[in-house]
Structure formats: structure tokens, C-alpha cells
């Protein structure tokens, strides 16, 4: 059963960057529209950047020039290059499918934007 595992998250200063990974195994990933979302307690869970499978992409209001979506589908990777952080980007970070699919949800990688 395809899964999701998601890495690189850390404690990075406000200004910073980090680059996320969301390895997919199972058939699904190239032939799927893809996403990060990202939740922080007591709220619901975002849609933040979306790549389709032919590679266009469309983000938030709240990441747009900050964050960068790309996917290699020879690896079955998702990528998600984060700069110019804010404490706000603070949150658990995920992807799915654009459209989520239950059960392919991942444990998330743990971003903390702080000084």
C-alpha cells in the first residue's frame, strides 16, 4: 500500500531555509498532482503548494516567493524549498495527493522557525 515519508524539518532561525523530502513509495506518485500542506495544533490542516503531474505549480498567499514545490518522478520524490522562514511557517508539514488521500498521510517532519 502506497505511504508517504516526509524528512528534513529542524529548528532553523527566523531569515532561514530548509528543504524538504516526501518519499512516495507505491505507482501513484507520477501520475498524481501532488502537495505540501502543513497544520500546527488547533488548526486545520493547509494546502500550501501544489505540483501537477506535468509540473505546474501554484502556492498559498502565505509561502508565495518564499517556498519552491519540485518533484523528481524518477525517485518518487516531492520537494519543498523553504526560505526567507517566519515563525509563522512553524508547523508540521505533510504531502499527499492535491486532493488528499486518507490513508497515504505520513507521521509529517517538524518544522520550528525561532530565534
Known amino acids: 500500500q502506497a505511504h508517504m515519508v516526509e524528512s528534513g524539518g529542524g529548528l532553523v532561525q527566523p531569515g532561514g531555509s530548509l528543504r524538504l523530502s516526501c518519499a512516495a513509495s507505491g505507482s501513484i506518485f507520477p501520475i498524481s498532482d501532488m502537495a505540501w500542506y502543513r497544520q500546527v495544533p488547533g488548526k486545520q490542516r493547509e494546502l500550501i503548494a501544489r505540483s501537477t503531474r506535468f509540473g505546474s505549480t501554484h502556492y498559498a498567499d502565505s509561502v508565495k516567493g518564499r517556498f519552491t514545490i519540485s518533484r523528481d518522478n524518477a525517485k518518487n520524490t516531492l520537494y519543498l524549498q523553504m526560505n526567507s522562514l517566519k515563525p509563522e511557517d512553524t508547523a508540521v508539514y505533510y504531502c499527499?495527493?492535491?486532493?488528499?488521500?486518507?490513508?497515504?498521510w505520513g507521521q509529517g517532519t517538524q518544522v520550528t522557525v525561532s530565534s
Open positions: 499527499n495527493t492535491d486532493g488528499p488521500i486518507d490513508h497515504l
